[in-house]
């Protein structure tokens, strides 16, 4: 098969496109002819070296695509599956344990499947699992336009929450499109000044926006961040919970989601839609943190 694989730590173009061994599934888990992959922030910082990872590597979570061969009970060769790929997802081939998929729903394209699981995912868990979002509350949304940012918008508006986005002026129009009852312009506005006291804070850009948004968030109130250590000591002293998340792969979530995607419910945001050979040019994208909604990798 081929694969997009990372042999050094560097720029865009230490990701080769190149033939590689076909994985061999393990009992419980699932081979996936993979149709789409997604591309995550998280997977130029992998290339960068910022995080360590394993090398040579392939890189990619989200995957959507059909079962090749199973060897887990819930699935079988011909099922239409998306979800994380525990193995790396810029291949031709995926081997992933079947907790981590789920079946995609028929109304729903492969591009828009491989688009949920990582930043859907970490929206829907950042605001009710661990800020425990209620109906009446107000959400800010920091990077309200991205990946993550665009189903956290979704989410909380569906949810009864009041939602203030964050973002450059290019994309207000598409935010609040999206559910947002209120839009600051980052750079033009002071966030705290325009927000007034909010119940929660999501913060998916991380570096000086964290420092934005704290003072925002109300006494008793939640920040959560997915980029960065949170600013625990500030957040403390002003009575407000800070954490950092970490997504956790969830099938029951994936399916739940879907079905909102499918029902027409939740829209997928996808900026644009790139060749696999041409990985290199999707994780320079990606890391200009100027695209709207997901990039997407096609196989």
Do not use: C
Not at 131 to 151: D, P, R, S, Y
Not at 175 to 192: H, K, M, W
């Amino acid at each position: 098969m081929h694969a997009v694989v990372m042999h050094e730590t560097g720029d865009p173009g230490v990701l080769l496109y190149e033939e590689t061994a076909r994985p061999q599934p393990g009992e419980g888990e699932v081979l996936i002819r993979v149709r789409a992959a997604s591309v995550n922030p998280i997977d130029w910082k992998y290339r960068r070296g910022y995080i360590p990872k394993d090398l040579p590597a392939i890189l990619g979570n989200d995957v959507s695509g059909t079962v090749e061969l199973s060897r887990a009970e819930w699935f079988s060769a011909g099922d239409q599956v998306f979800g994380i790929a525990a193995g790396g997802a810029y291949t031709e081939f995926a081997s992933t344990p079947s907790a981590l998929i789920a079946i995609k729903p028929a109304a729903i394209s492969h591009e828009q499947a491989a688009a949920i699981p990582v930043a859907a995912l970490t929206a829907w868990q950042a605001l009710f699992d661990r800020a425990k979002l209620e109906q009446g509350q107000t959400a800010l949304i920091a990077g309200a336009a991205g990946g993550v940012g665009h189903f956290a918008v979704q989410f909380a508006a569906q949810a009864g929450a009041r939602v203030i986005g964050i973002g450059s002026p290019r994309n207000e129009e598409f935010v609040r499109g999206l559910g947002a009852a209120e839009y600051i312009d980052y750079t033009s506005q002071d966030v705290a000044e325009a927000a007034g006291d909010v119940d929660f804070a999501f913060d998916t850009v991380g570096a000086e926006m964290t420092q934005t948004l704290l003072p925002a968030v109300r006494s008793g109130g939640v920040i959560v961040l997915i980029a960065g250590a949170p600013p625990e000591q500030e957040a403390s002293a002003r009575g407000v919970r800070a954490e950092r998340l970490i997504m956790s792969p969830s099938s029951d979530q994936l399916a739940h989601i879907a079905k909102l995607v499918a029902d027409g419910e939740v829209h997928v945001e996808i900026a644009e839609t790139i060749p696999l050979q041409e990985a290199a040019r999707a994780h320079a994208l990606s890391e200009s943190g100027h695209t709207r909604g997901k990039i997407i990798l096609t196989v």
